[in-house]
Structure formats: C-alpha cells, structure tokens
C-alpha cells in the first residue's frame, strides 16, 4: 500500500512563507527506493483544475517551476526521511489552494514542467489572506 500524506498548510498573510512537507509510506516506498520516483507539488484552487506547481527528479538533481512561482517557491527531497518539501516564499492571495504532493516512478534523471503522475496525497489546504 502506497501513501502520500501532505502537511503545513495553514492560514498565512501575503508576504509571507509556509512550507510543506510530504511524507511517503508504503511496502513501495523505503530510503532505498525513494530516489526510483520523480515527486511533485500541484495545487487547486476553488472552482478551477489541478494545477502543476513544481516538480524534482529522484536525486533532487533536477527541479521544475510553472512560471508563476519561480523565485518564490522551492521544491526540495530528502530521500532518508521518505520526503519531499515545497517552501513558499512571498505568498499571494493568488497561492490560495489546496495543495496535493504526487508521485511517479521514473528512470529520468531530469524533470520538467508537468507530466504524469500516478500516485497522489490527500492534500493540505494553503490559504493566503491580503
């Protein structure tokens, strides 16, 4: 059984920072298969689709942004501990979504905007107020 829980999401003012972690279980996953998977952040805001937010490949090596968050966020793994991090700098109300950490197995050592994933957290809600 595969699972991806999400967490730090919270009420935050613009401007602000919050930072999310995912943390990975299952029979799948362990510190010696952790690097086997591409992980990333998408979001979804109310009333719009899931949105792509940042992606990282299995090493941490490589790392993608949708434009509207470059310079602010950043996506982060630490394959020992099962996790992967997004920090969120300079927060807008714009931010506000519910945030959901993804997974998917890959031999690429590169990742870029978007792609599939197959393996999904429950989310944890990011409201930014002005």
């Known amino acids: 059984q595969v699972q991806l829980v999400e967490s730090g999401g919270g009420l935050v003012q613009a401007g602000g920072s919050v930072r999310l972690s995912c943390v990975a279980s299952?029979?799948?996953?362990?510190?010696?298969?952790?690097?086997?998977?591409?992980m990333a952040w998408f979001r979804q805001a109310p009333g719009k689709e899931r949105d792509f937010v940042a992606a990282?490949?299995?090493?941490?090596?490589?790392?993608a942004y949708v434009n509207s968050v470059k310079g602010r966020f950043t996506i982060s793994r630490d394959n020992a501990r099962l996790t992967v991090y997004l920090q969120m700098s300079s927060l807008k109300p714009e931010d506000t979504a519910i945030y959901f950490c993804?997974?998917?197995?890959?031999?690429?050592?590169?990742?870029?905007?978007?792609?599939?994933?197959?393996?999904w957290g429950q989310g944890t809600q990011v409201t930014v107020s002005s």
């Open positions: 299952g029979r799948t996953f362990s510190y010696t298969r952790m690097d086997w998977f591409r």
């Open positions: 990282i490949s299995g090493s941490g090596g490589s790392t």
């Open positions: 993804a997974a998917a197995r890959s031999a690429s050592t590169t990742v870029e905007v978007g792609g599939t994933f197959d393996i």
